[in-house]
């Protein structure tokens, strides 16, 4: 086959441009070094980016020098990154996958490139499929490697290990081998040097079957990713602050879609989310989103480290010196001045400086706007009917320990704005 021919035809169908700039990661094997190469014949700029994690003592300083040498022969640019092996003394995979996509998005920035190309083929696709199978994966694992995931690009992926090892030598091209790659200490090797052989001595139409199943299986996933999203656009509605989504009948008996549906904002439970649908007040986080059950639907935010407020703001505060708020001292109110959740006025007099901005709490009081007697705020914000993902961000400004405002709902009747009022202080909520 022409795999220059093939790479080019490849590159076009993802949309690269031939102006882009190119990553390609080199680990001095003969895949990558391959895919260098040919992306080099077909005269796109690219930067190639090799991670030494000293790992193989000398043989990973050779794998660097073959690179090195490699990109001066051919006057290509090259990033070379050094690891600590200390670092990866436990999920070593794991931690060096993190680390290679680290240093891959630094060089992205740096070279204000489009596209990260790697050098995986047919072979690892199908030894990806059966490692997936036995480790319990659904469609999503089974279809195998993506040829474009969103700036990664796999432009090998349909071609076989033997077919580039053809073209390799035929280009008199030089490569490392990894000795790592014939231990059957990890299972993908185990599964490639004793799995797949023994299914291709099975059936000579073995390995054209697997490929076949291959292609289903992605065009199944990418139709059934498609229902999803159409669902989840429908269903999902989207609010200031939170999402929303009702546990219908449909969603209660099928767990699989719902755990489809929320697969998006992380990994849940979702047998345990179905038992407890009637529990409103439930709340159940992933690393990115908390659920929070509430009347029969699920209440959808995203986690914030910045939930915690504490601002102690003098009588001349600027924006500088708040997040949330902007304050003025004014004689009179403008003419046509509109009173709405996010302002407030306050008789300045009444004040006692510094002034507190900081999150609600239990046992917190006030006296809203209008009212004779004083209400709780966890009590207000029920009546109001705040969902509960935005009662946790709610926010008082208070003086002298006294709430004057319950920030973007309701001011307080004691510090409000009479016809006795020399001196008026508005806040202005930013966001």
């Known amino acids: 086959m022409d795999l220059s021919l093939h790479v080019a035809k490849k590159l076009s169908e993802f949309g690269v441009k031939t102006s882009d700039k190119l990553i390609v990661a080199i680990s001095g094997g003969m895949d990558s070094m391959l895919l260098w190469e040919t992306i ?4 796109y700029s690219t930067v190639g980016v090799h991670i030494n994690y000293n790992l193989r003592g000398e043989e990973s300083n050779k794998d660097e020098s073959l690179v090195r040498a490699f990109a001066k022969e051919h006057d290509l640019q090259l990033e070379v990154f050094q690891a600590d092996p200390n670092e990866f003394d436990s999920n070593l995979q794991e931690k060096a996958r993190a680390f290679r996509y680290h240093k891959i998005e630094e060089v992205k920035q740096a070279h204000n490139a489009k596209w990260l190309l790697t050098a995986h083929h047919l072979d690892d696709d199908n030894e990806t499929f059966f490692l997936n199978l036995v480790r319990g994966a659904g469609i999503q694992g089974l279809k195998g490697i993506s040829e474009k995931r969103d700036y990664v690009l796999r432009p090998f992926l349909g071609v076989s290990k033997a077919q580039l090892k053809e073209k390799a030598i035929e280009l008199d091209l030089k490569w490392r081998e990894d000795d790592s790659n014939q231990t059957d200490k990890y299972l993908r090797n185990k599964i490639r040097h004793t799995i ?16 076949n199943s291959m292609r289903i299986l992605k065009a199944q996933n990418d139709a059934f990713s498609f229902l999803v999203n159409e669902y989840r656009e429908k269903y999902i509605k989207v609010f200031a602050g939170y999402k929303s989504l009702q546990l219908t009948e449909e969603l209660v008996g099928q767990p699989q879609l719902l755990f489809e549906l929320l697969v998006a904002f992380g990994h849940f439970q979702v047998d345990k989310i179905i038992a407890s649908k009637d529990e409103s ?6 690393e990115t989103h908390t659920l929070y059950l509430d009347r029969g639907r699920l209440l959808i935010t995203e986690n914030s480290k910045e939930d915690l407020v504490s601002e102690t703001l003098s009588e001349n505060s600027t924006e500088v010196d708040s997040k949330f708020l902007r304050f003025e001292s004014i004689e009179e109110l403008p003419q046509g001045f509109n009173f709405n959740s996010s302002v407030a006025a306050f008789d300045k007099d009444k004040l006692q400086f510094p002034l507190i901005l900081r999150n609600w709490k239990k046992g917190d009081f006030f006296q809203p706007f209008g009212m004779k007697g004083r209400k709780k705020v966890s009590d207000y914000l029920i009546d109001s009917k705040v969902p509960l993902p935005l ?5 008082v400004l208070t ?3 006294e709430i004057i405002w319950l920030v973007g709902y309701r001011s307080d009747e004691r510090f409000k704005v009479t016809t006795n009022t020399k001196k008026i202080y508005l806040a202005d909520l930013l966001k």
């Not at 007040?281 to 992933?286: A, D, L, N």
């Not at 009662?391 to 926010?395: A, E, F, G, Y």
């Open 196 to 211: 797949l052989p023994k299914i291709k001595e099975l059936d000579s139409r073995a390995e054209m079957g697997l490929q």
């Open 399 to 401: 003086s002298n320990d």
């Open 281 to 286: 007040g439930k709340q159940f986080i992933s």
């Open 391 to 395: 009662k946790n961000k709610v926010l």
């Open 40 to 43: 080099r014949s077909i005269e």
